[in-house]
């Protein structure tokens, strides 16, 4: 399928910077409508591309008139909100680098990534994360000031308010297509403390550029205006950072869903451009699914045959009348699938590259055709996609233009070409090593058929630098539910090891607990034996790992942590970890019971020792009740 000659991206790939980007588009139509946000009265207020520029000045003159000087680092933790997005692309006009982070974040997350890009000024979101990098300040005499984002932007405009804009117009005409923009820190299931990803801004405009150019031909098949999304990915992660910067590239108008989430609002938003992860196409088809079974055996039969009429019309290539009459007597349960996404979707694009070619193409079935896009950090989000009319199903698409794809004998792709990154930051040899021959291994297996369509096997290797591409966590071993009070207890069988009869149980404990330590998912594991009928445990969960479970697994942004923690798919997850644990422990010692915690036991608490080990006394009397419940396991009758 050709793409278009003209589009917005070859407007893109004109531009020096990201800060162009803004004013560019203000130039052309001061009035076209670039984002939507939320009012007083929580209603959808359109936000002028002559508005954002003039907003997004304000904030650059402060930056400026705070210090913040060309190359500077600009730490921003926050949620998803517009004030983000302004002071993101006022970072990038004043020829500064954006370091984004989540404000689930773990303070040790957080204070390693301070240390190690040294920023200038940092604009906090939460009470937690403001001690931990203004503590630093004393530390690292380079950051200058800390905002507190509750505070709104207020403080950063007025300090500029009395300069001229030229001081940002001479800084935004002297920025490069190789001038760094972002240092993104991707989350990893391998590793805490991951490198910064460095991407320029000729890196993140080409990326757009190009997606844009794939999915034009369907995007500009809508009225001029019409083009919305409602972005639900969290823009601290090249997927949602990406994402922005595509839309505003593509001219689709952008809405933040932010912690109330992408369902609870799409009936309201009606968004024509669909942006997701795969979690959330997943969801929508479990949900409908489950509804079906809960009615009955009938509904349930009524369901599968509506997915297999879609996925066949999706497939066929000749839409005939038969099977349009088929289709439409399924209509009325397609109607529901679409509504949920608020009824207007003319295209979905899902990030990951793990969507089923059936739940591909039973989307495309019911009226919401589906196309993936993969890539990773360090491609600046994206490498290979699909566009629709020129999708396999099942598939990631074809190479995006300007780029090349090589696979090695092992199945790894390589990568050369448009966006790829210019380095991890301070890290010279792991920067080296990411390359072979001027190619990036990009540590994912891939598939090409002879149609150039690109299939993603796996992870090929773990590598913590980089980035784990939206996907899912899969529970290990056999599972037996009791619902214990109000949370779920996994009892797990117990498997006979084989252990030293000199090696005593207080160190076979302290290996099990070791062992569950070492997933980048725990943070603290206490194993009760003593005194009970059979031994069990407390878990708790790393902060900002819990974000990122959230995260590839499609929950909602508006989760709580106690929620996250509490959901049966990741205490599958845990469940599978202590199955696997027990193997290595005799019988007395398998746990059989444990309890999950959204929040990690502390020093301040008066749980942990300076020295980081538990205060096990302390942590026994603190959650005794919890502890208790994992005994009385109430049996549902059979």
Known sequence: ??????????????????????????????????????????????????????????????????????????????????????????????????????????????????????????????????????????????????????????????????????????????????DAAVVLYPLSTVSRLTRGVVLSHGALLSAAADLVDRMWPRVSELSAGRASTLLDLPLSQIPGLASLVACMVGRVRVGLAGRAGLLRQAEAFKPTVLVCSTGMLEGIFAREQGSARSTGWDSLGTFNSAVDTAVQFDRSPKKGAWRRLSRSMYDWQFARVREMLGGRVHLAVCWGGDLSDRLESFYGGVGVPVVQAFGTAETAGVFVSGAVGDR???????????????????????????????????????????????????????????????????????????????????????????????????????????????????????????????????????????????????????????????LVNGRPLSMAPEEIAGDRDLLREVQGLVYEANRSVPRHLAVRSFHVLAEEFTVQSGLVQPSGELRREAVLRAFSEEIDGLYRVRREPQ
């Open 1 to 178: 399928m050709g793409e278009p000659s003209v589009t917005p991206g070859t407007w893109a790939r004109g531009l020096s910077g990201l800060g162009e980007l803004v004013y560019g588009m203000a130039t052309e139509d001061a009035r076209a409508e670039v984002f939507s946000v939320r009012g007083e009265r929580g209603r959808w207020e359109q936000v002028t591309a002559g508005e954002f520029a003039t907003e997004v000045t304000s904030v650059a003159k402060g930056l400026v008139a705070s210090g913040v000087g060309e190359g500077d680092r600009v730490l921003v933790v926050s949620g998803v909100h517009q004030e983000w997005v302004r002071l993101a692309f006022a970072v990038w006009s004043v020829r500064a680098v954006l370091v984004p982070l989540a404000d689930s974040v773990s303070a040790e997350r957080a204070a390693h990534v301070v240390r190690q890009t040294r920023p200038a000024a940092a604009v906090v979101q939460g009470e937690r994360l403001l001690r931990v990098v203004s503590g630093l300040q004393r530390e690292l005499p380079d950051l200058g000031r800390v905002w507190r984002m509750e505070e709104g932007l207020a403080d950063v405009v007025r300090l500029g308010a009395y300069m001229d804009a030229s001081s940002v117009r001479f800084r935004r005409d002297a920025t490069v297509a190789e």
């Open 392 to 550: 396999v199903p099942g598939t990631v698409g074809r190479v995006l233009g300007g780029r090349e794809l090589w696979v090695s004998r092992e199945g790894e792709a390589y990568v050369r070409g448009g966006g790829v990154f210019s380095g991890y930051w301070d890290d010279g040899e792991a920067s080296r090593s990411a390359f072979r021959e001027g190619w990036l291994a990009t540590g994912f297996a891939v598939e090409v058929d002879a149609d150039g369509f690109v299939r993603v096997v796996g992870r090929l290797r773990p590598q913590a630098a980089m980035a784990e591409v939206p996907g899912r966590f899969v529970a290990r071993g056999p599972v037996v539910e009791q619902p214990v009070g109000d949370v779920l207890t996994e009892v797990l069988p117990a498997v006979e090891a084989p252990v030293r009869e000199e090696r005593g149980d207080v160190e076979l404990v302290a290996e099990f607990e070791a062992r569950l330590r070492a997933h980048p998912l725990v943070s603290q594991v206490l194993v009760i034996v003593e005194g009970r009928p059979f031994a069990s445990a407390l878990v708790t969960l790393v902060r900002d790992q819990l974000e990122y479970w959230r």
